[in-house]
């Protein structure tokens, strides 16, 4: 599995918690709980500008 994180998200992470997202590499990822979720987190968003809304209609 390829494991990127973004490097100050990893330094506030270590920080905050005393945890580094490199860590992620070393977990055994079989036996993660992993919980499904129909959610969806908004972080950002903003109305097309008109060549991004033209290329939307294209396809």
């Known amino acids: 599995m390829d494991i990127v994180f973004d490097s100050g998200k990893d330094a506030a992470n270590l920080a905050k918690h005393g945890v580094s997202l490199a860590l992620a590499a070393e977990m055994d990822w079989d036996d993660a709980l992993i919980r499904t979720d ?22």
Do not use: G, P, T
């Not at 968003?45 to 396809?59: G, P, T, V």
């Open 38 to 59: 129909d959610r969806r987190r908004m972080i950002s968003l903003r109305k097309a500008n008109q060549r991004e809304f033209q290329l939307y209609a294209e396809n």
